[in-house]
């Protein structure tokens, strides 16, 4: 059982259901990996508005999106077509389109020349899109890192132990666009095959049509979907091996149906250079070492590089 929480009332600490809405994150972190919460400071008509910015940008011909593919770029800044992501080894590359953008650095920032922190491409339509990409990948973010201090109390951290980790984050903004599933599709075809989320914390918007679907821990696929203004939350490798155990990355994946379907998640990574060895063992694993090497792993241009 997923558990479906009230996000004001477990950032809230006053809230007469914070207390509830703990215990619930920890059996949803802990056990489950996934949550899916309402009541949140993003509301439906913005998360709507964001959709709807992604699908204009997804119906454009092939030739405009070209223009920002990030298969002719060394990161994962742009559009990425058909078949440019492979997620399970044991699939054939996702039949999905994606768009990512990333944290803007000031000109001349260092950083930059990281690939986890690489300049955005931004298409030249839709009108808006970059504005409207910024503005929630901002708030996005903003309340990604309050949904982490509660999942950090609710595991018996500090609340604030995760805070100044993510001054700089790692955090990719991602439109996810599956068509409707094609009739050559076989057994190992997926709109994103079965995977583990690689980071921390995954922020994830949908159109409240039906997709994706989680492993139970006892086997068997369950569903789970949310509208717009409610989210679902998952937990990524990264966050697993920070804490041990106590959070758990569970796997996931979009078979796809008989309509397209659009999903904007929000992949919450700390700064490059955070320590995400488990709390307290004296080891050192890079936050953005991690980070590269999945990534290096799933897309087929970095596979090439």
Not at 34 to 63: C, W
Request: glycine share 10%; hydrophobic share 40%.
């Amino acid at each position: 059982m997923i558990p479906r929480i009230d996000a004001a009332a477990l950032i809230d600490p006053t809230h007469e259901g914070h207390a509830q809405a703990i215990a619930d994150v920890r059996v949803g972190a802990s056990d489950v990996g996934f949550l899916t919460i309402y009541n949140t400071p993003i509301s439906g008509d913005r998360v709507r508005k964001v959709i709807e910015g992604y699908r204009q940008f997804f119906h454009l011909p092939a030739a405009a999106k070209e223009a920002v593919d990030m298969a002719r770029t060394g990161s994962n800044r742009g559009w990425g077509a058909a078949g440019s992501e492979q997620v399970d080894p044991d699939a054939n590359p996702d039949y999905k389109q994606v768009f990512d953008c990333g944290l803007e650095l000031p000109a001349g920032d260092p950083l930059s020349e990281v690939s986890a922190y690489a300049p955005n491409q931004w298409p030249d339509t839709p009108a808006g899109f970059a504005d409207l990409l910024r503005d929630y990948y901002r708030d996005a973010t903003a309340f990604a890192l309050d949904l982490l201090k509660s999942v950090a109390g609710a595991i018996g951290e500090d609340r604030d132990y995760f805070t100044d980790k993510f001054s700089t984050p790692m955090a990719l903004l991602r439109g996810n666009f599956y068509p409707e599933r094609p009739e050559w599709a076989t057994e190992k075809d997926f709109g994103i095959g079965t995977h583990t989320d690689y980071g921390c914390l995954t922020l994830l918007a949908t159109d409240g049509s039906d997709g994706l679907e989680v492993r139970q821990r006892g086997g068997g696929w369950i569903a789970v979907s949310a509208e717009p203004g409610d989210f679902i939350i998952n937990f990524g490798e990264m966050l697993e091996m920070w804490t041990d155990g106590r959070v758990v990355a569970t796997p996931h994946r979009v078979v796809g149906q008989d309509h397209e379907r659009i999903s904007v998640p929000l992949f919450f990574n700390p700064n490059h250079d955070t320590n995400v060895a488990p709390i307290g063992s004296g080891k050192v694993i890079r936050a953005v070492d991690h980070l590269q090497k999945r990534f290096d792993e799933t897309y087929l241009h970095l596979k090439r590089a």
